[in-house]
């Protein structure tokens, strides 16, 4: 499941991003780390390995994928909590695929600034420890600054893992894998009880990103994982005029992955785990697949429970799946931007957002008449999130040098819920004909 390896020598490293309060959560002094410690942040000395897992890539199943541009360093214990230090762009590994191995400075600080917007917004998410400028190009369309990215996972672990491990027909090897799975993440249960749980973590967060408008851009099996975390931020956006057809990613031709197919997606992706932990599940395999089916079917109740429940809380506690759809459908025929709805309903009257006065008036009145906390609306509709143009406009100006378009951008999605004097951009929606032709990439 693993391949000992090092990181690829960085020439010139020069630090553009500590997450320094994460730095001492792990125990780790952010003085050491912007001085004798910077080679730490890119794997200088350090033999770690390189992890082997399989995927489902835009449906098509491929049997060996694993880290090819990345390391698990090993793991920190912080306070009895357990996390893995990973590396991202630290070089050709065993597993790379016709790459160099490398990253550019814009990925690495986009993962950076929309997974610490995630932390602030309370999804459960990978962390951003560091980025590293290496000094060396990286070769995309065009010559770029290479960077390396230093993430914190509560594990690496992924459905992937799974396919990988059942794909080598070792039934003892599967059976390490999820035995290490579960003491790790959830100790004690059994492994159709280990898989539930997943069930459950991912229900929980796929309806947190559905409430905040988050796409993923790329659910393959090798991006879920085990432990309820995003990860991967490639070609991932925030949603801007409510649709559910919206697609960012430029790989994403078919819109497999588009906002409102996300949690079918998720369900999808748990039945490619239920298949590789079968022979775990049961000896007789109609037994193990009538006791996967089950548990795989508890998802869509699991998921519309916690996105309704999300939904009211939006709403300020009230308001049944009427209310929310008749709403929802509303934001879609006026191309109404998701994030400054919720906002101007929270902190003002959100009717000038809507073409379409007299329904947008109707909506309201039987909204209020409900009697809405607003202030309890207030801790879960978000004054900021990574506005898709101010997140390029950043990572154009760190890639020509500038950092202070990046730092301010993260400065105001650290705190999303807390309106603020002189951040009023930062609440803004883009221009429209910047919406309409906005494409990500995943960077490799």
């Given at each position: ?47 770690g390995?390189?992890?082997?897992y399989a ?5 098509g ?42 990253a ?54 992924r ?68 432990s309820?975390?995003t ?35 998720g ?33 869509e109740?699991?998921y ?26 509303l ?6 931007d ?22 947008a008036d ?30 390029e ?31 009023d ?9 910047f ?10």
């Amino acid at each position: 499941m693993a391949v000992a390896w090092e990181a690829a020598e960085v020439p010139s490293p020069a630090l553009l991003a500590l997450n320094e309060p994460l730095a001492r959560e792990l125990g780790l002094d952010p003085a050491w780390l912007r001085g004798d410690g910077l080679g730490f942040l890119v794997g200088s000395g350090v033999r770690g390995v390189a992890q082997a897992y399989a995927g489902h890539q835009f449906g098509g199943y491929s049997p060996r994928l694993g880290d090819g541009r990345a390391l698990l360093l090993g793991e920190i214990d912080a306070g009895g909590q357990v996390r893995d230090l990973h590396l991202k762009g630290s070089g050709r590994t065993p597993f790379a695929r016709g790459g160099d191995g490398l990253a550019a400075v814009g990925p690495m600080l986009r993962e950076y600034v929309i997974s610490e917007a995630m932390y602030a917004l309370g999804v459960p998410t990978t962390r951003s420890l560091a980025v590293v400028a290496t000094g060396a190009t990286v070769h995309r369309e065009t010559p770029l600054p290479g960077a390396v990215l230093a993430r914190v996972a509560a594990s690496h672990l992924r459905v992937g893992s799974f396919q990988y491990a059942r794909n080598t027909g070792d039934l003892d090897l599967l059976r390490r894998l999820a035995d290490h799975a579960i003491a790790r993440h959830y100790p004690g249960l059994d492994y159709l009880e280990f898989y539930r749980a997943v069930v459950r973590k991912q229900a929980a967060l796929i309806a947190q990103w559905m409430h905040i408008g988050f796409i993923h851009g790329v659910m393959n099996t090798d991006n879920m994982t085990i432990s309820g975390e995003t990860i991967d931020y490639g070609p991932c956006a925030f949603m801007e005029a409510y649709d559910p057809a919206t697609v960012y990613s430029s790989i994403d031709h078919c819109g497999r992955y588009a906002y409102g197919n996300q949690p079918g997606i998720g369900q999808w992706n748990l039945a490619r785990l239920a298949e590789a932990l079968l022979p775990l599940f049961d000896a007789d395999e109609d037994q193990a697949v009538k006791k996967a089916v089950a548990v795989l079917e508890e998802f869509e109740g699991l998921y519309l429970a916690a996105w309704h429940e999300g939904m009211r809380a939006k709403l300020g506690g009230v308001g049944d799946e009427q209310l929310v759809q008749d709403l929802l459908k509303l934001l879609h025929e006026n191309h109404v931007d998701y994030t400054s709805f919720f906002h101007h309903l929270t902190r003002g009257n959100p009717r000038d957002l809507v073409l379409d006065l007299a329904g947008a008036d109707e909506w309201l009145a039987r909204w209020r008449e409900l009697g809405p906390d607003t202030a309890a609306m207030a801790e879960v509709n978000p004054v900021y999130v990574p506005r898709n143009h101010l997140v390029e406009e950043a990572l154009a100006a760190a890639t020509g040098g500038d950092l202070g378009p990046f730092e301010r951008l993260l400065d105001a999605v650290r705190r999303p819920y807390e309106q603020r004097e002189g951040l009023d951009h930062y609440a803004e929606p883009a221009p429209r004909d910047f919406s309409e032709s906005y494409r990500t990439f995943c960077g490799t």
